[in-house]
């Protein structure tokens, strides 16, 4: 596979550390608040790329992390804690709003079919992880205690700006614009490791530590998880464009101090989703959520299509037109599988064109626009109707928009006129035929399709025994 990555900035080969398997890190949500669409946009994309790569015939491990202490306003380690500030919202505690909006993440993300981590992380649960990093950091000489914190220190680093995109300009910009600037950093850069002198006296969750009764900095969760859980030579980190800097920078410094060795090859980072007034934020307030969508009638897999319609690498701009378009277009590719003829048998030969077809347009840096014309292709194809709802069936493992199940229920709606008793005549033949046919009484069996084909009833032979539809 060819995958555009962050470290080196250029489209290369997606290689492994052992053949065949794959290590994958995602930041996962800071659970203060709903995910917005926009938030989503990055794990349904993080999603195709986790289903693409089993697709392919990885073996993949994929751990996420859950945000619940230590990601500050800033990003620049200044400004209330996320999770503190959502407890006072609510007049909730720290616990409560995260077992809440977990809760909300993974509703949500399977109104989106998007596949749960194989390893799901709270970052509350690996506190001895973190502390034992800290102690590390602080032996092998790449962090100090200062005014009652623990910082990394990044002038220890030969290279700190990893992604090559920031400039010492760039990070005066996010220092001005925060709350205030932290005395004790001796490199402006640094970052914290380990808070016990928190600004905010009322943080509401610490622990004991070496260093005294505090909590972890937001970027060292996801070190100390994706080596737990994912090991010391990751494959693929992945996240949203804001994670590059500082904290996808951070956790390069750190895990690689750590281990002493690089850490992880590949970084994958989607682009944001934007709406009129720029990006799509938690903190501006208002934002757009799954539910909202849903409560405007939108099926929240309408959205997927949306998102998979552009590329991962372009900002994407939201407006309900677009939407609204994105639903003509999933109504239409619903209604073309839905007429499909659901008998015979599928060529599995016929198929293989279209499947590297799918495959080309996957592997090249992840194209899911072309992924979908795909569809479109096979629903146009010289090939039998089996053979296109086994395409289908095929992409869907990656694509995930839940399209066969859209279009069953469109032939299962066809059959509402049909009056219960008329069900019940269907029915008897049906039973009838299994019986003929179970008695190799061929002529008996020949007649009853004869039958049901005269009232225009298709059968189909599913593993839950024989099904039938209007045609
Ligand atoms: P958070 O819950 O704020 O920690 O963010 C969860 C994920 O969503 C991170 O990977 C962010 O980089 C990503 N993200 C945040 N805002 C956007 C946006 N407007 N568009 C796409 N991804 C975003
Ligand atoms: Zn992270």
């Known amino acids: ?25 995602t930041c996962g949500p800071t659970v203060y ?33 859950i945000t619940d202490v230590g990601h500050l306003a800033s990003d620049a380690d200044t400004g209330e804690d996320k999770m503190l500030k ?7 505690t720290v ?12 509703e949500d993300a399977a109104k989106l079919n998007i596949r749960t981590p194989d390893v799901v992380m709270p970052a509350t649960r690996c506190i001895p992880e973190f502390i034992n990093m800290v102690t590390v950091l602080l032996e092998k000489g790449y962090a100090y205690e200062a005014g009652g914190n623990v910082y990394f220190d990044t002038s220890k680093l030969d290279k700190y700006y990893v992604f090559g995109n920031q400039t010492e300009e760039d990070l005066a910009v996010g220092v001005r614009d925060s709350v205030e600037e932290d005395e004790f950093k001796r490199n402006k850069t640094d970052f ?3 808070f016990t002198k928190s600004k905010f006296d009322d943080q509401e969750l610490k622990w004991e530590s070496p260093w005294g009764l505090g909590y972890p900095g937001w970027h060292i969760e996801c070190s100390a998880i994706s080596i737990k859980h994912g090991g010391e030579y990751l494959d693929l980190h992945c996240g949203g464009v804001d994670n590059a800097f500082p904290h996808h920078t951070n956790e390069i410094a750190q895990s690689e101090a750590f281990l002493g060795h690089e850490w992880c090859p590949h970084w994958f980072h989607v682009l944001h989703l934007l709406d009129s007034t720029g990006k799509m934020s938690k903190s501006k307030g208002e934002f757009l959520t799954v539910s909202l969508l849903e409560s405007k009638g939108y099926d929240p897999l309408v959205y997927r299509m949306f998102c998979l319609q552009s590329h991962y690498r372009k900002p994407l701009t939201f407006t309900f037109e677009s939407l609204d378009n994105a639903v003509v277009a999933y109504n239409k590719l619903v209604a073309r599988i839905a007429a499909l003829d659901t008998e015979g048998e599928a060529d599995a030969d016929a198929a293989k064109e279209y499947q590297q077809k799918f495959k080309d347009a996957l592997g090249n840096d992840l194209n899911t626009s072309l992924g979908l014309t795909c569809l479109y ?13 086994m395409l289908i069936e095929d992409f869907e493992k990656v694509l995930s928009l839940g399209l066969l199940e859209a279009a069953e229920k469109i032939r299962a709606e066809k059959n509402e006129g049909v009056s219960d008793d008329e069900a019940a005549e269907i029915e008897a033949l049906i039973a009838e035929r299994q019986k003929a046919r179970a008695e190799k009484d061929w002529a008996t069996a ?14 189909e032979d599913t593993p839950q025994g024989i099904k039938w539809k209007k045609a």
């Open 86 to 92: 959502g407890a006072k919202r609510e007049k909730k």
């Open 95 to 106: 616990l409560e709003i995260a077992d809440f909006y977990t809760k909300a993440f993974f």
């Open 377 to 389: 292709d096979v629903l146009k194809a010289p090939v039998s109707d089996a053979t296109k709802l």
């Open 192 to 194: 914290v490791l380990w």
């Open 446 to 459: 020949d007649r009853i399709r004869d039958e049901l084909k005269a009232r225009n009833i298709v059968l």
């Open 33 to 65: 608040h709903y995910a917005h669409i926009g938030n989503l946009r990055t794990y349904i994309m993080e999603d195709v790329l986790d289903k693409f790569l089993r697709y392919e015939g990885y073996d993949v491990n994929r751990v996420m992390n």
């Open 1 to 25: 596979m060819i995958l555009y990555n962050t470290l080196g900035q250029k489209k290369m080969e997606f290689k492994t550390h052992t053949p065949g398997k794959v290590n994958m890190y």
